[in-house]
């Protein structure tokens, strides 16, 4: 499993510094605007687009984990569920 989180975590390194993602033109796009604010604006921006895009990526992984380690749990929990089912169907048929 921490071999998963080392391929995620380079990838964003790769992400981070490759300059064919996109970040170096919004930033020459930001200062070709000459105002003051453009910069951190299109910083701002950027830093929202790269925390959704990394919820929509780690947050699946991360429920998959959850689920994994409940795997027990759950299991039981659905046993118990058709068990009960087939109890009330057994007893709602009389």
């Known amino acids: 499993m921490s071999a998963l989180w080392w391929a995620v975590i380079a990838s964003g390194l790769y992400h981070g510094v490759n300059p064919g993602m996109g970040w170096p033109l919004a930033v020459s796009a930001a200062l070709m ?3 003051a604010l453009a910069l951190p604006r ?5 830093a929202v687009g790269h925390l959704a895009a990394m919820l929509v990526i780690l947050l699946p992984f991360s429920a998959m984990i959850t689920l994994v380690s409940l795997e ?8 118990c569920l058709v068990i009960g089912m087939g109890l009330y169907l057994l ?3 009389r």
């Open 42 to 46: 299109a910083l701002l921006l950027l």
């Open 33 to 35: 605007e000459q105002r």
């Open 91 to 93: 007893i709602a048929d």
């Open 72 to 79: 027990r749990e759950i299991r039981i929990g659905a046993a």
